[in-house]
């Protein structure tokens, strides 16, 4: 058997070596944003064609092509020296790339007309949510969206699913010498060993991600031509296997994945479950044929069992509470389950109206998440993991202080470095889920807007984990809509701050990381 690269095991990995601070180079990471932004620009050419190919006019997405294109060739040419940048420009410049893209991807639905769209509030979140794959939507009329937006809605998720930073290393070359730097502080989930070229793990990460999404688009379609189910067809199929696997959640249907059969759901959960996996996990296991790899892995054996485990809560609790039963009440449960720990945010039924303990774990569930260089969003199990042998290392050595006992994980040692990032993180993450769900609170008693605290809790966690569907009014086939502005940009921020994983947002507050 082939050895298994140390870049698939996510979580662990040995600490960087000290470098002498030197001040934040502002011109090489402007250039490089705008060598980001100018090839990013090409996403719209996908709308652009279902346009003329529905006969719809493209024009809401010619104008911000041309207008980002403009915008990132002119910060290019005014800045220089991205081969310059290095660790501490690459916060920078994660962060405001996804700030960019999601300004640039909501000019389409502002010029479409549509007076759902019309507040660039109310497009800045949509856009926002679609790039950072939350899901959560502004729109009570989904349907009224023509074929070509509603395609644009679908593929935001799909460019933002992998992360533009993976997709960049991968296909750009000239991205060779940040590119170290950008997919540790771009990739989903804690700290990734890069012995290996990341070149190589970027490409590994995509060819997964597209492999998937085009697996998935032909079985959906084979569902469709067959007429095993016929609500299915090319359009929906290629549409949902772009918000599936990137673990987004959009549907072009206001019923979400209810619009369709028992078949597809099924169907669907499946690559849900895949899209939570790690796809490093998943090239050497399933693609390489090295299957005992995913027996080995901690993090896949727990995420199967929370899965099992929590979908069989649903089940009883949906059953014996006579809303569903027999093989309904399973697929519903099951789906709905999976939905939420992946992040993905489909939804099959309506879970607002389920039993109050189902409202409880859902909730519990978007503080989980699926596995670390996946595509989900939330803390990921790993972290999860590794704070439970933390805790159960002191207990150990309260009972033996003598007691010499590392951390491992699939039989390496995780790093005290590593160790201390995680607790910061798990604090820093559950303050800012705190502190949303305040600000959603306060703001609608201030419109008098009616939201309990568990729904603004459920509000805050859904999209700072990029999870998608809350509770009550933004229930799973409610909407954002009625919140007001300022809780809307709350949520924005936590949508972004989700993405990003906090800290290199946090980072960017401190006055240490602007000096010398």
Same mark, same amino acid.
């Given at each position: 058997?082939?050895?298994?690269?140390?870049?698939?095991?996510?979580?662990?990995?040995?600490?960087?070596? =000290?470098?002498?601070?030197?001040?934040?180079?502002?011109?090489? =990471?402007?250039?490089?944003?705008?060598?980001? *932004?100018?090839?990013?620009?090409?996403?719209?050419?996908?709308?652009?064609?279902?346009?003329?190919?529905?006969?719809?006019?493209?024009?809401?997405?010619?104008?911000?092509?041309?207008?980002?294109?403009?915008?990132?060739?002119?910060?290019?040419?005014? *800045?220089? #020296?991205?081969?310059?940048?290095?660790?501490?420009?690459?916060?920078?410049?994660?962060?405001?790339?996804?700030?960019?893209?999601?300004?640039?991807?909501? %000019?389409?639905?502002?010029?479409?007309?549509?007076?759902?769209?019309?507040?660039? +509030?109310?497009?800045?979140?949509?856009?926002?949510?679609?790039?950072?794959?939350?899901?959560?939507?502004?729109?009570?009329?989904?349907?009224?969206?023509?074929?070509?937006?509603?395609?644009? @809605?679908?593929?935001?998720?799909?460019?933002?699913?992998?992360?533009?930073?993976?997709? &960049?290393?991968?296909?750009?070359?000239?991205?060779?010498?940040?590119?170290?730097?950008?997919?540790? =502080?771009?990739?989903?989930?804690?700290? +990734?060993?890069?012995?290996?070229?990341?070149?190589?793990?970027?490409? @590994?990460? %995509?060819?997964?991600?597209?492999?998937?999404?085009? !697996?998935?688009?032909?079985?959906?379609?084979?569902?469709?031509?067959?007429?095993?189910?016929?609500?299915?067809?090319?359009?929906?199929?290629?549409?949902?296997?772009?918000?599936?696997?990137?673990?987004?959640?959009?549907?072009?249907?206001?019923?979400?994945?209810?619009?369709?059969?028992?078949?597809?759901?099924?169907?669907?959960?499946?690559?849900?479950?895949?899209?939570?996996? $790690?796809?490093?996990?998943?090239?050497?296991?399933?693609?390489?044929?090295?299957?005992?790899?995913?027996?080995?892995?901690?993090?896949?054996?727990?995420?199967?069992? !929370?899965?099992?485990?929590?979908?069989?809560?649903?089940?009883?609790? +949906?059953? *014996?509470?006579?809303?569903?039963?027999?093989?309904?009440? +399973? @697929?519903?449960?099951?789906?709905?389950? /999976?939905?939420?720990?992946? *992040?993905?945010?489909?939804?099959?039924?309506?879970? $607002?109206?389920?039993?109050?303990?189902?409202?409880?774990?859902?909730?519990?569930?978007?503080?989980?998440?699926?596995?670390?260089?996946?595509?989900?969003?939330?803390?990921?199990?790993?972290?999860?993991?590794?704070?439970?042998?933390?805790?159960? @290392?002191?207990?150990?050595?309260?009972?033996?202080?003598?007691?010499?006992?590392?951390?491992?994980?699939?039989?390496?040692?995780?790093?005290?470095?590593?160790?201390?990032?995680?607790?910061?993180?798990? &604090?820093?993450?559950?303050?800012?889920?705190?502190?949303?769900?305040?600000?959603?609170?306060?703001?609608?008693?201030?419109?008098? !807007?009616?939201?309990?605290?568990?729904?603004?809790?459920?509000?805050?966690?859904?999209?700072?984990? $990029?999870? #998608?569907?809350?509770?009550?009014?933004?229930?799973?086939?409610?909407?954002?809509?009625?919140?007001?502005? %300022?809780?809307?940009?709350?949520? /924005?921020?936590?949508?972004?701050?989700?993405?990003?994983?906090?800290?290199?947002?946090? /980072?960017?507050?401190?006055?240490?990381?602007?000096?010398?």
């Amino acid at each position: 058997m082939a050895s298994t690269p140390v870049s698939m095991r996510v979580g662990i990995g040995r600490a960087a070596p =000290a470098r002498p601070r030197v001040a934040v180079r502002v011109g090489p =990471a402007a250039n490089l944003i705008g060598f980001l *932004t100018k090839y990013l620009s090409l996403a719209f050419l996908v709308p652009i064609a279902v346009a003329l190919g529905y006969g719809e006019s493209p024009w809401p997405f010619v104008l911000p092509m041309l207008a980002m294109a403009a915008a990132g060739l002119g910060l290019e040419r005014a *800045t220089e #020296g991205r081969e310059r940048v290095g660790s501490r420009e690459v916060y920078l410049v994660v962060a405001l790339i996804w700030l960019l893209l999601a300004l640039f991807g909501a %000019l389409p639905y502002l010029l479409s007309g549509n007076d759902e769209l019309s507040s660039p +509030v109310d497009a800045y979140f949509e856009s926002m949510s679609g790039f950072t794959t939350t899901g959560a939507s502004v729109l009570t009329d989904i349907e009224a969206l023509s074929r070509s937006m509603a395609m644009w @809605r679908q593929f935001t998720q799909w460019v933002g699913g992998m992360g533009v930073i993976v997709l &960049f290393l991968a296909v750009l070359p000239r991205l060779r010498v940040a590119g170290r730097h950008l997919f540790q =502080a771009e990739a989903p989930g804690p700290e +990734v060993g890069l012995e290996s070229r990341v070149r190589d793990v970027a490409k @590994r990460f %995509l060819f997964v991600y597209v492999l998937l999404t085009a !697996l998935e688009a032909a079985v959906l379609t084979f569902l469709g031509w067959t007429r095993i189910d016929p609500a299915m067809n090319l359009y929906d199929a290629v549409a949902h296997a772009f918000t599936t696997i990137p673990t987004g959640g959009f549907s072009p249907h206001g019923d979400s994945a209810g619009a369709f059969g028992a078949v597809t759901q099924w169907t669907i959960v499946v690559f849900m479950i895949l899209g939570g996996t $790690n796809f490093v996990l998943l090239y050497w296991g399933l693609l390489r044929r090295h299957p005992r790899e995913l027996a080995r892995n901690r993090e896949f054996r727990v995420y199967l069992l !929370l899965l099992a485990a929590a979908s069989l809560v649903i089940v009883a609790e +949906v059953a *014996t509470s006579g809303i569903l039963s027999g093989e309904a009440a +399973v @697929r519903h449960a099951v789906f709905n389950t /999976v939905s939420i720990t992946t *992040t993905t945010g489909y939804a099959s039924a309506d879970f $607002n109206l389920w039993p109050t303990l189902t409202a409880f774990v859902f909730v519990g569930l978007m503080f989980l998440g699926a596995s670390a260089g996946s595509t989900s969003g939330s803390v990921k199990l790993v972290r999860h993991i590794v704070i439970a042998r933390m805790l159960r @290392r002191e207990i150990d050595q309260t009972i033996h202080p003598e007691l010499v006992a590392p951390i491992r994980i699939d039989r390496r040692v995780v790093d005290e470095r590593t160790l201390r990032s995680i607790i910061v993180f798990g &604090f820093l993450y559950v303050g800012c889920a705190i502190g949303g769900a305040l600000l959603i609170l306060l703001d609608c008693a201030r419109v008098d !807007l009616p939201v309990s605290a568990f729904q603004a809790v459920a509000a805050a966690a859904t999209t700072l984990g $990029n999870v #998608g569907p809350g509770f009550g009014i933004a229930g799973p086939f409610g909407s954002f809509a009625p919140f007001s502005d %300022l809780s809307k940009l709350g949520m /924005v921020a936590l949508m972004w701050l989700g993405r990003l994983e906090i800290l290199p947002i946090v /980072v960017l507050l401190t006055r240490g990381y602007w000096r010398a």
